[in-house]
């Protein structure tokens, strides 16, 4: 298996890993994984901006990666292998890099497998030293990648690594990995936690666009609401369920983008994601989204334009909406993205290829839009549906054409009131029997006049 293959699924178990805590990253007895002739602990992934060189009140302007409380402990046999007079017993390296330069670590010797560490026959080639990580200096600053060593003394089981502070002043997807090059240290553990900050705080490169996006969001809907408060309060006594429904949605909606903005906002503050939080605000935001496309079905299926029920069909569309629920909080969680629109099949593959060429995130900056693209398309069409369906005095009159009782066949009619009781007659029956009965009306007073 390829290096640089390897690695990449490293990052990717490494940013899963520490999702919800992602600006400060915490290890709890993670063990290091053997690849190659290394063992690696992935410690991060992240997407940091370049320190700026004036900042205001709010923030520092600094951009680094932090090392605190970092400790290692090595197997009971790795530690009784030295005596306690010896000084230097096991080396373990953190390797922090930017994804541009990954090929700056490892080498390979007369065109064969990449190694992590240095080999004998790697010493002789490249000058690396033996039973270390290979270092080639990047093309842009000889000073990266950055390698701190952390060495184990006599036959003590643990070691800690000073704290130490790496100040980022280019723009990139930067990773870090712990990595040992002795087979001594085969089942080495390791606790402490890492702090990510950008230059504005400790929201992730990924995410800080979105704090924005949320603002904008939240005062779109607010826009939304007012308009469709002043009509619903002005005509609420011709209100139809159908447009209960949308308010719903609508007040669901920009409660959803208040609570993400102030999730990301106290994120941005923090460096922490309480998972508490994070649980329920992406439960509103399932809620929302399950309402929203159960809005669209029954609108779809005529219900509330030329239905006045789903009759046998409304089992089956709640069925679909708890199904639908149950798997957008699941992918939401994880930060996966559940989306069903049947016409938005050319952006779900755009969105696939994103994903797919990009496994070290190199394209950070713009992994926003992803996210942003499916909250802007539910907006637009809860707007059309808005116009659509805006409430008037006639909602009441018009809601069911004139035309459909004549249009429709009388097993239709049936199907549509199957299982309503004796007196619960559908609009299409009613509408029909008042024309039977003008009908009737007209014939007798027509003989009446014969008879006089």
């Known amino acids: 298996m390829d290096l640089a293959y390897r690695i990449s699924i490293f990052i990717l178990l490494s940013t899963a890993l520490t999702t919800i805590n992602a600006s400060i990253h915490i290890y709890q007895n993670q063990l290091f994984n053997e690849v190659g002739n290394a063992y690696l602990l992935p410690g991060g992934s992240e997407g940091l901006a370049a320190s700026l060189s004036s900042h205001n009140s709010v923030s520092d302007g600094r951009s680094f990666i932090r090392f605190e409380n970092i400790t290692f402990w090595r197997t009971q046999a790795a530690a009784d292998g030295h005596s306690d007079k010896e000084q230097s017993t096991g080396l373990i390296q953190a390797v922090i890099f930017e994804a541009a330069d990954r090929n700056n670590i490892g080498g390979s010797a007369y065109g064969g497998q990449r190694s992590i560490c240095c080999t004998p026959d790697l010493a002789k080639l490249e000058g690396c030293k033996q039973g270390e990580v290979i270092r080639i200096p990047s093309a842009t600053d000889s000073k990266w990648p950055i390698v701190?060593?952390?060495?184990?003394?006599?036959?003590?089981?643990?070691?800690?690594?000073?704290?130490?502070?790496v100040p980022i002043m280019k723009t990139g997807m930067y990773n870090l990995f712990f990595i040992a090059c002795d087979p001594m240290l085969k089942g080495t553990t390791m606790?402490?936690?890492?702090?990510?900050?950008?230059?504005?705080?400790?929201?992730?490169?990924?995410?800080a666009p979105l704090m924005k996006f949320y603002v904008y969001m939240t005062i779109a809907y607010l826009l939304l609401s007012a308009i469709w408060l002043l009509q619903y309060t002005r005509f609420w006594k011709d209100i139809l369920l159908l447009q209960h429904c949308i308010t719903a949605v609508i007040g669901l909606g920009l409660f959803e983008m208040i609570l993400w903005y102030f999730d990301y906002s106290n994120f941005n503050s923090t460096g922490m994601r309480p998972v508490v939080i994070t649980s329920w605000v992406v439960t509103i935001g399932a809620i929302r989204k399950t309402l929203a496309r159960l809005l669209i079905l029954s609108v779809?299926?005529?219900?509330?334009?030329?239905?006045?029920?789903?009759?046998?069909?409304?089992?089956?569309?709640?069925?679909?909406?708890?199904?639908?629920?149950?798997?957008?909080?699941?992918?939401?969680?994880?930060?996966e993205y559940l989306q069903s629109w049947t016409f938005s099949v050319g952006w779900i593959t755009f969105e696939v290829y994103f994903k797919a060429t990009d496994p070290f995130n190199e394209r950070w900056q713009s992994a926003w839009?992803?996210?942003?693209?499916?909250?802007?398309?539910?907006?637009?069409?809860?707007?059309?549906?808005?116009?659509?369906?805006?409430?008037?005095?006639?909602s009441q009159r018009y809601a069911y054409s004139e035309d459909v009782g004549e249009e429709y066949d009388d097993e239709e009619a049936q199907s549509l009131t199957r299982g309503q009781s004796d007196g619960d007659v559908s609009l299409v029956k009613q509408e029909r029997n008042n024309r039977n009965a003008g009908v009737s009306d007209h014939e007798d007073d027509m003989e009446e006049d014969k008879r006089e």
């Open 191 to 207: 606790r402490g936690r890492t702090v990510w900050k950008n230059p504005d705080g400790y929201l992730p490169g990924r995410m």
């Open 300 to 335: 779809s299926m005529g219900y509330g334009v030329v239905r006045p029920t789903l009759g046998g069909l409304t089992s089956k569309v709640l069925l679909i909406g708890a199904t639908y629920f149950l798997a957008s909080e699941l992918l939401d969680i994880t930060e």
């Open 369 to 394: 839009i992803i996210t942003a693209f499916w909250d802007i398309l539910s907006f637009a069409l809860l707007c059309v549906i808005c116009y659509l369906w805006a409430p008037s005095q006639s």
């Open 148 to 165: 701190l060593n952390i060495l184990f003394s006599g036959n003590y089981l643990s070691t800690s690594m000073d704290q130490a502070e």
